[in-house]
């Protein structure tokens, strides 16, 4: 089964601190995302810009809006993909990610969302 794993900040905790410091807390991040690797069940791990776009059916339109928005607290700021028999055992690999290892996290409002990933069919093939 597939899980996909989103990663949440908040950006005034992170725009508070200085560039030096970022760097640094990458830098810790890359040793945890080495042995979260090593599982061999992460399928896609990737970061996010903070630049999004919504779009939204209105009116028999498709209407495009720029964020993120001022009333977000929390940001997606990477996504992941693994691979688990269960929920239990994505917790278990979700938990090997830098968002979960590191003491920073959690004065930086750092979290993970776990979802089981379903597939539609595809009707046309």
């Known amino acids: ?4 794993c989103m990663g949440y900040f908040m950006p005034e905790k992170m725009d508070a601190q ?3 410091k970022i760097e640094e ?11 979260f ?19 939204k059916r209105n009116k028999g ?7 993120p928005f001022a009333e977000t607290k929390e940001l997606i700021g990477s996504v992941f993909m693994v691979e688990a ?4 055992e994505a917790i278990e690999l979700a938990s ?11 004065e930086l409002g750092w979290r993970i ?13």
């Open 18 to 20: 200085p560039k030096g």
């Open 61 to 67: 339109k498709v209407t495009v809006t720029d964020g």
């Open 1 to 4: 089964m597939k899980f996909l």
């Open 96 to 106: 090997l990610h830098p968002t979960t290892q590191l003491n920073i996290g959690e």
């Open 37 to 55: 690797y090593v599982s061999g069940k992460v399928m896609m791990d990737a970061g996010l810009s903070v630049e999004t776009k919504s779009l």
């Open 113 to 125: 969302e776990i979802r089981p990933v379903h597939y539609f069919k595809n009707e046309l093939s």
């Open 85 to 88: 028999e269960n929920m239990d």
């Open 25 to 35: 807390i990458m830098n810790e991040c890359q040793p945890h995302l080495d042995h």
